[in-house]
């Protein structure tokens, strides 16, 4: 039976992924019938604040584990899409990010000009950065390795921040 396990499976993050505990569950992810969401990292760092450095190491031995087991979510103020679809491109005002499953390229419609792009992985690392010079642009994605990423679009007047899947 398939099963999916929140925040970490809140192993403490002082304990190391060398924790009996953190073992097993990357056991059962790495099985591939058990699915980990790797959010809530304030749940079980020892820190109060952000960014929770300890639960790095948690996070990307979990995704090496199984990439395709991990899920995830991200609190953006302002963000109307509550979920991600590979069917239908991502809208938000008035910009257009799509397809957001894809081998390598993923296209942005009507950003305004000199809208400033970033493209980041799960542990938060900066990837890619650029400025857009036309109302559609290509972000490729062909170096990175299958996973989740984050395109960040960041306007005069806001930050639309949308989930990408690279296959």
């Not at 257009?96 to 390598?104: C, E, G, S």
């Amino acid at each position: 039976m398939p099963v999916s396990i929140g925040h970490f499976a809140y192993q403490p993050a002082t304990a190391g992924i060398n924790a009996d505990g953190f073992k097993t569950l990357l056991r059962l992810v790495k099985d591939g019938n058990t699915w980990i969401k790797i959010s809530g990292a304030n749940r079980v760092s020892e820190t109060d604040l952000p960014p929770y450095d300890d639960v790095l190491p948690m996070a990307r031995a979990l995704v090496e584990a199984n990439p395709d087991n991990v899920m995830w979510s991200i609190m953006v103020t302002g963000q109307t899409q509550s979920s991600l679809s590979i069917n239908d491109p991502i809208k938000d005002n008035g910009m257009v990010i799509a397809p957001t499953l894809t081998k390598d390229i993923v296209k942005v419609l009507k950003a305004p000009k000199k809208s400033v792009y970033n493209v980041y992985d799960l542990s938060g690392k900066k990837l890619q950065t650029g400025i857009f010079k036309n109302e559609e642009e290509t972000i490729d994605l062909t170096p990175y390795i299958k996973g989740v990423y984050i395109i960040e679009v960041k306007t005069e007047k806001d930050t639309v921040s949308k989930k990408v899947i690279k296959e």
